[in-house]
């Protein structure tokens, strides 16, 4: 399936938002990995990035939409960015899914929670091998995960964490729409500019699946 199907089900989600990655220039011989101080606001061309080459092999100097991985698949900047954003993303849905059994009023609350437990625990996992698989780590230089969209304020946390029925019922469902709406704009980030098939395909799958959690608990809100 090409790109252009993938980007066309994001849209259907949501509406796309402008985005691209500022690249950067691994140095040769360096041993580092790609740089990745991307921005979701800049935009550059794909620019030469030395990939230094397999013990005996000499490096080789690709474009940066075009790194390739070990599987032989190729993936860009864009990718790995949303790679290591939606990682700490994840955790924080996570974290806000773990405080529901306890204190949630409303049984499709739980379900709700349990639902993205289910289903984003085993993609947090998936995105730490995709980096590792490819030698890179999992911070992303330069930039504050509490600035990426959707992500809820410590203090918000802390004030979900001591409610309890259906205040926190309220507050969880407030929340949780908002982060949800920051990784659907992300997914759809990707789909615009990422190079990676199998990201694109997830990407694909956490707007179209959170997207229907919005829609469900914006029905137990009413």
């Given amino acids: 399936m090409t790109r252009r199907w993938y980007a066309a089900i994001?849209?259907?989600?949501?509406?796309?938002?402008?985005?691209?990655?500022?690249?950067?220039?691994?140095?040769?011989?360096s041993g580092d990995e790609p740089s990745a101080s991307a921005s979701p606001t800049s935009?550059?061309?794909?620019?030469?990035?030395?990939?230094?080459?397999r013990p005996g092999e000499s490096a080789?100097?690709?474009?940066s939409d075009q790194l390739p991985a070990p599987d032989g698949s190729l993936y860009n900047q864009a990718d790995a960015y949303f790679v290591r954003m939606m990682i700490p993303h994840h955790g924080q849905a996570l974290e806000m899914a773990a405080l529901a059994p306890d204190r949630a009023a409303h049984p499709q609350i739980r379900a709700v929670a349990?639902?993205?437990?289910?289903?984003?625990?085993?993609?947090?996992?998936?995105?730490?091998?995709?980096?590792?698989?490819?030698?890179?780590?999992?911070?992303?230089?330069?930039?504050?995960?509490?600035?990426?969209?959707?992500?809820?304020?410590p203090e918000a946390i802390r004030g979900l964490a001591s409610l309890s029925g259906e205040a926190?019922?309220?507050?969880?469902?407030?929340?949780?729409?908002a982060h949800h709406e920051g990784a659907i704009a992300m997914a759809t980030d990707v789909l615009t500019a990422g190079r990676d098939q199998r990201i694109s395909e997830l990407a694909t799958g956490i707007a179209a699946e959170q997207s229907a959690e919005i829609s469900r608990m914006r029905q137990i809100a009413a």
């Fill in 114 to 153: 349990s639902r993205i437990v289910a289903a984003q625990k085993p993609e947090v996992e998936y995105l730490r091998t995709w980096l590792r698989d490819r030698d890179l780590t999992e911070e992303q230089s330069g930039h504050d995960h509490g600035g990426m969209q959707g992500m809820q304020p």
């Fill in 10 to 29: 994001a849209a259907v989600v949501v509406a796309v938002a402008g985005v691209a990655v500022a690249l950067g220039v691994r140095a040769a011989g």
């Fill in 60 to 63: 080789s100097v690709v474009p």
């Fill in 168 to 177: 926190f019922d309220k507050m969880f469902v407030d929340m949780m729409v």
């Fill in 43 to 53: 935009t550059t061309s794909p620019i030469p990035v030395v990939v230094p080459g």
